[in-house]
């Protein structure tokens, strides 16, 4: 059985004190290795991606293709991680986000491997609220600030 925790701090909302979430867990550092990208397929990667100064850089339009030309999938510019045993155990990711104002339905984070389903989680923003799928409300007023 897959167990996979994602840790969702944001900030502004939930006060971690002095906890430290990343106590029993080893690092694993993240390299382009442990990255596939995948972005419109009729889209050179550098319209759709960049990375400066330890920031990846992703953004995607409505109108765009999906990644493959056979795809059925809505568009997409996104890093799938690749190479690290999810096969058991408990794995915590931490990352930061940013949805400028007007952006409606992106997925911020996507977990596969559900026992029922193609997925366990998907993050998503809808008119500045994140929700767990698109149902329950997970934190609001999210437009134009950080996501932790």
Not at 1 to 15: A, G, H, P
Request: glycine letters at 10%; aromatic letters at 12%.
């Amino acid at each position: 059985m897959l167990l996979f925790l994602v840790l969702v701090c944001l900030l502004k909302s939930f006060n971690l004190g002095e906890a430290d979430t990343t106590d029993g867990f080893t690092p694993v550092p993240l390299t382009q290795a442990n990255f596939e990208l995948q972005r419109p397929y009729n889209v050179p990667l550098e319209e759709r991606y960049s990375y400066e100064h330890g920031i990846h850089k992703l953004w995607v339009y409505a109108n765009d293709k999906p990644h493959d030309p056979n795809s059925h999938t809505q568009p997409r510019t996104e890093i799938r991680i690749e190479g690290l045993d999810y096969s058991s155990g408990v794995q915590q990711f931490e990352g930061y986000g940013f949805v400028p104002n007007g952006t409606s339905g992106v997925t911020i984070s996507e977990i596969h491997g559900a026992s029922s389903g193609a997925t366990t989680l998907i993050l998503r923003i809808y008119d500045g609220n994140m929700r767990y799928y698109s149902g329950d409300l997970v934190d609001t007023g999210l437009y134009d600030n950080g996501l932790d």
